[in-house]
T-cell receptor, first 114, second 116 residues
Framework: EAGVVQSPRYKIIEKKQPVAFWCNPI?????LYWYRQNLGQGPELLIR????????DSQLPKDRFSAERLKGVDSTLKIQPAELGDSAVYLC????????????FGNGTRLTVT | AQKVTQAQTEISVVEKEDVTLDCVYE???????LFWYKQPPSGELVFLIR??????QNEISGRYSWNFQKSTSSFNFTITASQVVDSAVYFC?????????????FGTGTRLKVLA
């Protein structure tokens, strides 16, 4: 079984530039999550999808962050414009069922905003 | 409110020592799930165990064991005879139903360093 795939692995951009992250979940996993992990902290949820529907985006800074999950498979997370405080690791995860299922994480994208 | 506390920021042990990682949670729900994840230096979080709120049986898997106590809202993780490969950040997580949806939150993690 292939795992969750994320790209790019690393990204360095200047502030005010746009950036996008891509995630391909495990086949058959309907639930997809985007988390942000700051240094020394646990992952914090940005958005959760059930198939194509964003069912929890309460923590997503909607003024600059957007996400989509077309066809209920791959997902893209975008930041425009990026700020210095956006430097973090962005993690994508998927799970088979809602709530009680373990999360399967990708390797993450380490974003550095200069 | 839903909350997961991992009070130990960092623990260092010498190889072959036993070590326990603490996790205390808060929830108003009677149905919830607890998890432990391992994040090695490579960065990818790896699932270790899941427990539901109705199953207080302790579990052992090789050198790993978990102690779930609802009376103290704790779900502690013990590594017996630690090895250098156990060095990682370990996260405890809680999933509960809120307003017909669910929330899945993580603690701040405990960094374990196992010294040779």
């Amino acid at each position: 079984e292939a795992g969750v795939v994320q790209s790019p692995r690393y990204k360095i951009i200047e502030k005010k530039q746009p950036v996008a992250f891509w995630c391909n979940p495990i086949s058959g996993h309907n639930t997809l999550y985007w988390y942000r992990q700051n240094l020394g902290q646990g992952p914090e949820l940005l958005i959760r999808y059930e198939n194509e529907e964003a069912v929890d985006d309460s923590q997503l800074p909607k003024d600059r962050f957007s996400a989509e999950r077309l066809k209920g498979v791959d997902s893209t997370l975008k930041i425009q414009p990026a700020e210095l405080g956006d430097s973090a690791v962005y993690l994508c995860a998927s799970s088979l069922y809602r709530g009680n299922s373990p999360l399967h994480f990708g390797n993450g994208t380490r974003l550095t905003v200069t | 409110a839903q909350k997961v506390t991992q009070a130990q920021t960092e623990i260092s042990v010498v190889e072959k020592e036993d070590v326990t990682l603490d996790c205390v949670y808060e929830t108003r729900d009677t149905t919830y799930y607890l998890f432990w994840y391992k994040q090695p230096p490579s960065g990818e979080l790896v699932f270790l165990i899941r427990r539901n709120s109705f199953d207080e049986q302790n579990e052992i898997s090789g050198r790993y064991s978990w102690n779930f106590q609802k009376s103290t809202s704790s779900f502690n993780f013990t590594i017996t005879a630690s090895q250098v490969v156990d060095s990682a950040v370990y996260f405890c997580a809680l999933s509960e139903i809120q307003a017909r949806t669910y929330k899945y939150i993580f603690g701040t993690g405990t960094r374990l360093k196992v010294l040779a």
